[in-house]
């Protein structure tokens, strides 16, 4: 099987460190390119010391990324839906794993984030990504949003009652 190649965007922080630890050992993934603006041109493991030894990769400028078979967004919030028509121009798949493209709805997302999303047409091609409840449509995907790791604990749990729509019986009180 021909190994995919991938790229992540934002790769200094601690969701690009863990997210290259797990594709470096990923037996059909090449990880081509790791951006970072503050270490363009400095070795990976200068930002995450538990990869020395295991990959000469450096970073790069986000300018400098080559197309590619998959991207994965680890950029700070914000910064993904204020790039990602350059970046779409790359590959066709997309893995955000910011909240930029998590909600789909402008009114939800100006609510909670604080201001205006600056790519609103582009909210609804992204799919929800926690596989247990968007498997199917997270296959055919071509733009993932990952959900984050409290929302994903909580909307799991709680996703039995909301599927019941509520209706567990109450104990008798009497």
């Known amino acids: 099987m021909a190994k995919i190649n991938i790229s992540i965007a934002g790769g200094s922080g601690y ?15 090449e990880i081509k390119q790791v951006t970072s603006e503050r270490l363009n041109g400095k070795f990976v493991h200068k930002a995450h010391p538990n990869l020395r030894k295991q990959t000469d990769l450096k970073f790069c400028s986000i300018s400098d990324l080559d197309s590619c078979d998959l991207l994965f967004l680890c950029l700070p919030h914000g910064q993904a839906m204020k790039q990602i028509d350059e970046l779409k121009k790359l590959t066709g798949k997309i893995i955000d794993l910011s909240a930029d493209f998590r909600l789909n709805d402008t009114t939800l997302y100006e609510k909670y ?8 047409d582009l909210l609804n091609d992204f799919v929800y990504g926690i596989p247990e409840l968007h498997r199917e449509e997270m296959s055919r995907a071509n733009y993932i949003s990952s959900a984050g790791c409290n929302a994903t604990a909580t909307i799991l749990a709680l996703y039995p009652l909301y599927k019941k729509k509520n209706r567990l019986q109450r104990p008798d009180r009497s």
Do not use: D, K, Q, W
């Not at 969701?15 to 993934?29: A, D, K």
């Not at 984030?113 to 600056?118: I, N």
């Open 15 to 29: 969701t690009g460190g863990e997210l290259i630890r797990l594709l470096l050992f990923h037996p059909h993934v």
């Open 113 to 120: 984030y604080g201001r205006p999303h600056s790519a609103p």
